[in-house]
């Protein structure tokens, strides 16, 4: 009977891997091809923010080298590739949620290992402006969070930061705007926290200045160390 309802489930709701969206045999999974595709990061990366860079004896990339960067140290799991960006599109914009699990477990197997090792308090994820929530029902960082705390056994902590301002894109900015956008984008909702390591999570890490700001309120508020994860990094050198 199970497997009946199942059927007729799998008829209205098929599984498809997120990538190309082909039916799949098994729920829950992406194709071994579509996977082979992707451009995981390898040891050759910024010591900062984690971005693979092409000279090894560059220690960090070009944007750490000359930016402010009061995090420690980034994971991104791949480089922002066209086989993913259209899959991150869907997962934000498109209602594909449950894409949360797919997306976390990528991040687990380029990761995880370096994640588990940081001995992090909580996973923080980077919040949405309150209008943007509305709108979409979800914040996609959220839910990534979820999923890797299953994985990691480290709690989620979105009730820290306050995305209050919808902040205009940064690549439309000069270096001085940026900085303005930046410190009026997040606050803290909390006065004080007794945490000395915290990961924050997001979907997509591109200037850096959205860890950029989250990580500066996380050290106002008494947390030492701050690290980061997202599903991609711009390539970039
Ligand atoms: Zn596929
Ligand atoms: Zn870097």
Known sequence: MRNR??????????DACPL?????AEPGRACKECIAKLCFVGEVS?????????DEEQEYCNDCGSLTRSFIRGYPAMEYTDEI???LMRFKYGSKKGYAGFLASMIIKSQGTKLLALGADAL????VHRTRLKERGYNQAKLLADEL?????????????????????QK???????EKNLKKAFISRVNKVEYKRVILVDDIYTTGATIEGCTRVLHSIGIPEVFYTSVCIGKGY
């Open 149 to 169: 705390s299953g994985y990691l056994g480290i709690p989620v902590r979105d009730d820290i930061l306050l995305r209050q301002h919808k902040t205009l894109p």
């Open 124 to 127: 923080v994820p980077v919040p």
């Open 5 to 14: 309802v199942n059927q007729a489930l799998k008829l209205i709701y098929p």
């Open 46 to 54: 910024c010591a900062r923010c984690g971005k693979p860079i092409e």
């Open 172 to 178: 439309e900015l000069n270096n001085i705007e940026r």
């Open 20 to 24: 190309c969206e082909e039916l799949m």
């Open 85 to 87: 960006r259209s899959c």
